[in-house]
């Protein structure tokens, strides 16, 4: 059975809209084409590298936030991976809606996010990091404009959303 992009898209909307975030901070993340691996030689960025770089981000961000109950516990962050490419200049970037614990200021958590997004390999040095007001960032995230699907490119590996594991 054939499922229409809008179908995927509204239930998919409808499940997140019923998924509560505290404190959800809107967050776009940068990367990079490639990085220098040994012998500079260039290591290029895909899917399945964005994955494990996401990965990695949120593994640095998880431990900094939880400390070992990161590790001992299973503690994380509630999160919303989107894989995007922008169609006219090729820039891979992640689109994440993140929650921000609420004993850090904003200023505070945004300089964590930086930190923890350069040390990745393909963390680029531009982030925008907003807090959400409204549904708005949800329908920006699930939009078809620079998509090659809408199921593929949510980083599901990465989503967290407060369920049992």
Known sequence: MIVKSDTKRRTIYKF????????????????????????????????????????HFLNRINQKVFKNSFRRYGKCLKSFVVM?????????????????????HDHEFKNIINECWCKTNFGNHHTDIQQIYSNGWLDYLLKDRSKTDLLSDIDWENTYLGVSK
């Open 16 to 55: 997140l809209s019923n998924i509560e975030f505290e404190n959800p901070l809107s967050v776009t993340l940068t990367e990079k084409k490639y990085f220098e691996g040994l012998n500079k030689r260039k290591i290029w960025n895909d899917k399945i590298r964005s994955s494990q770089n996401t990965k």
């Open 84 to 104: 995007e490419k922008s169609k006219y200049q090729e820039q891979p970037h992640i689109h994440l809606i993140l929650e921000k614990p609420t004993r850090f």
